[in-house]
């Protein structure tokens, strides 16, 4: 326990909480961290960290050592509170708060007068109202005494702590107050320009910013779908158009995954399932890229057989969502992988990620092992590990690099 109250609450201390934490501390603010993980809070007591981020086990050692961040499991009275749950989706892709409101129920109790409330989890359009509706059902005696606002994290995975600090913020309140209010509980931490708007305009700019991403991928990828029927090379292609001095057409890869830009869209979707058309569409074709991928490995399977009378084998090169992460999270060269194995007949596999060490459902292979051994070589994932590999007649890309 601290001698004195804490400063700040951060609740949830996964990827993005634990790191905005720890850079708190870093200036001898005192931390409280809260996670219902008893096993992170236990780690995080002990001055270690749970997730792979480069420089947040110094961060972290620090905070805990110095005595400026402290876990629980349990939230105790502060001035500022930080939710940072996670926000999934449910079946039929319907985003899922029950997260921060969870969260949020743990901390009605404790709120005063005065208090600052910070939503930072990705959050569907509405749900900061949402939750200052439910503080003020239950605490109808801190109407207007609190401030409340909606701050969304952007940080890129490998570069958290240097991102935390330098990238520009969009901070939106649910009144004006607010919204200056937490721009001054941020200012002390970050370096980057704080923008204000309110708290609706901010959630809606981080769901955005992802479905921009999405949209603008799902066209590379829809070319390259074309470009395979009008027998085009697509690279060649979007090199020649991107050489218009107003065109930027991105790389079209066996789909999109991770869990943002793969999820956030499906969070305008759901809401406003008749307006967002071309947020919805890139979606699906985003989808149907690695169906369609998944396919092209059956038939060149097929077309192997016939032409040489055996069965192939085949070393799918990737798993992670994207090159030179351990990352699976709605990964898909790990759909492909499935689809493919659940087509299998007979035929020898080899699956490779060289960024993890071993799964629970494939049997991983050595990445050189498996190019050597197999008859057709996958690529699905342009990790560093493959670019030096020699790809043999009947290999498949779908990436430009390999
Ligand atoms: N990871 C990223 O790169 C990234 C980037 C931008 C935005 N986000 C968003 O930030 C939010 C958090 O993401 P993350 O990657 O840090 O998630 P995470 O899964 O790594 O961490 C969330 C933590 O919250 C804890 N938790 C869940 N419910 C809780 C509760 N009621 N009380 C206390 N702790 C609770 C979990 O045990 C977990 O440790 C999500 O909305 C995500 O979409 C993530």
Known sequence: MFMNQPEVVMIGLGYIGLPTAALIAQTKTHVHGVDINPKVVET?????????????????ENAVKNGFLLASTKPVSANNYLVVVPTPFKSKN?????????ATHSIIPLLKEGDLYIIESTSPIGTTEKMRDLIYSQRPELIDK????????????????YELVHNDRVIGGIDD???RKAIDFYKQFIKGDLHST???TAEMCKLVENSSRDVQIAFANELSLICDKADINVWELIDLANKHPRVNILQPGCGVGGHCIAVDPYFIVADYPMESQIIGKAREINNYKSF??????????????????????????????KP??????????????QKVLQNANNEQ????????????????TDYKLAADKADIIVFLVAHDEFKTLEINENSIGFLRNP
């Not at 490995?297 to 070393?315: C, D, G, H, M, Y």
């Open 177 to 179: 107050k607010s919204t």
């Open 44 to 60: 995080i007591n002990q001055g270690k960290i749970h997730i792979v981020e480069p420089e947040l086990d110094t961060a972290v």
């Open 198 to 200: 309110n708290a609706r």
């Open 349 to 364: 596999y080899y699956i490779v990620e060289p960024n993890i060490e071993s799964h629970n459902v494939f049997k991983l």
């Open 146 to 161: 609190l401030f409340i606002a909606y701050c969304p994290e952007r940080v890129l995975p490998g570069n958290v702590m």
């Open 94 to 102: 319907e985003p899922d708060i029950s997260f921060v409101e969870a």
């Open 292 to 321: 369609w991928c998944a396919e092209k490995v059956q038939t060149a399977k097929l077309e192997f057989e016939l032409n040489k009378n055996r069965k192939p084998s085949i070393a799918i090169m990737g798993l992670a969502f």
């Open 324 to 337: 030179n992460i351990d990352d699976l999270r709605e990964s898909p060269a790990k759909y492909i992988a």
